[in-house]
């Protein structure tokens, strides 16, 4: 931007013309900042043709001291720049006057320094640059400055240092209000930065402790981990709650640690027995003379482990009692937990320092109370299990004694037995005179009752010597088919008698020779089948002999009976069981049979299934390995 403030157009008849435009230094221009340019500082305009005289220049030059100069023009366009210290400076010479004065400026110009000529866009900083890089004597030298329009202006060089001055002044207050901006921030980072390492501290100090802490967890969970493996899978282990002691002692740190359980003392009365303890070196185990002390010592504290509460203790911070205690058991910290059984207080368990006091966290009383709890169970574990094996001892002692008496019932059972048998069959033959109808039929009851009788008197022996495992198998070569139809002679008479079909299906592929209890075998057979036709009223008997996968062979006994509910077949094998046990039971039977030929079956080491539908019969299959010589 340029502000005019004076403009002179010389113009003389027949002389070249002469255009004049000058602006106050002083004047005011628009602060430079650092991407303005030459365009925004006042120029002059002082143009005269180079046929102009040096006397009108001179004139000029003097009236108007703020020209820096004097453009010279030519029809075709700038001839060059002449600096008032040039111009004065060539007229000031020896002869100058007369060389010069009167005569056209063009001489001058000839003889004049290299014009700066520098575009408008130029920054102030470049424009500087350019002119303080000229040779010495040029370096105040004003510039010639090109505009757009094909129109040059004159720029003094100290107007270019003052803009350029004030550019400095410009950026050095920018600067300050830089710096002093830079100094708040760095003030408020440092700050943050304080308050942050502040945070950061805390945060580590914080994190450091909850690393500590869970640390600790760890160490507890794993020594509950592996004190509920060794309390809940032990069973008879005297190891097992000295392992758990010695878990604890390596996890909680602590100088020593002792579970006692309450007992009665002929003597002392109610006292707690040391009865484990586990200990750090340095420490030592508890002296045997204090294995077991009163109650009483324990002062009020055994009113808080009545009640089922936890207590902590330090040395200097309890009296009476307690202290006594304390000293005698060179304790300077304890931590003390029941252990009760159905809310009964039986024992304790402790954590105890005998150098320094420590303080119990909250961690060490949830571990204790936890392994308390674990040792409670433990004990009533092992003592529920004393009392079962007790019982089950006394169970096996009556259970042997039955079986005795049964057996020797029994066995007095049958000589009567035999002997009321023979006579009524003597009878019968008419060996003791001859007997009429009517008296006959009183001999076949006899006879009948003497053999279900004698059954029931085997069928008792046999399982009083099954269950006192007294049984011992005959096991003898015999022949499958030859077993088969001895008791087929037996039982297709009973079967037709009820209009029952009796079925037998051998298979080709048995063999001809097996080992084995053949009267055991026939008994579980004719067990089966007697079954079968007792609760069969209508249809078949089928009995079929076959081998099976696995090398083994067996029997199925399959009926067209009533069938055997499903929730009586889980216990029909058992002994006694019927599927019909009332009092006014259809059929009659001890419920020993099926028992006893399972028995029978485990101990030659096979198998037998049921498979039956209500109301559409009955198939028994049972599997026997293969002997043969």
Known sequence: MNTTVGLTEHMEPKRPYTKMQT???????????????????????????????????????????????????????????????????????????????????????KQAVPTTTLHCSCSIHQAVSHALSRESDLVYEPILIEYANGQYRMLDIYTLLLAQSQLFATLQTELKVINAELEGRVHRRTSALQEANTQLYDEIKERKHAEENLQIRFRYEQALSQSADSLLSALDNPHVIPETLDYLLAATGVSRIFMGLNVVDDELGDCLQLMHQAFAIDAGPLPESLSIFPHNYLGEWADILRRGESLVGHIDEVDGTAKQLLIMLDIKSILLLPISKREQWIGVIALNETAVKRNWREDDIQLMQTVARMLSAYLDRQQKRKDLAEARDAALEASQFKSELVAKVSHELRTPLGAIKGYAQLMQMESYGQLNEKQNEPLDLIISSTNYLTLLVNELLDQAKLESQKLILQMTPFEPMRMIKDVELRMRVLAEYKGLQFKIDIDPNLPPELIGDVTRLQQILTNLLGNAIKFTETGYIKTTIKTFENNSWGFQVSDTGLGIHEAAQATIFEPFAQVDGSNTREHSGTGLGLSISKQLINLMGGTISLNSKLGKGSTFTVSLPIIQS
Not at 51 to 77: Q, S, Y
Request: overall charge positive; aromatic content about 8%; hydrophobic content about 40%.
């Open 23 to 109: 602006t106050d230094i002083a004047t005011r221009f628009p602060t430079p900042t650092e991407n303005s340019t030459i365009s925004i500082l006042p120029t002059h305009l002082y143009q005269v043709d180079e046929e102009g005289l040096v006397n009108d220049v001179e004139k000029t030059l003097r009236a108007e001291p703020n020209l820096p100069g004097v453009i010279v023009t030519h029809v075709t366009g700038i001839r060059g720049m002449l600096s008032r210290r040039k111009f004065f400076e060539m007229l000031g010479t020896r002869y100058g006057v007369a060389v010069f004065y009167k005569r056209p400026i063009q001489i001058m110009v």
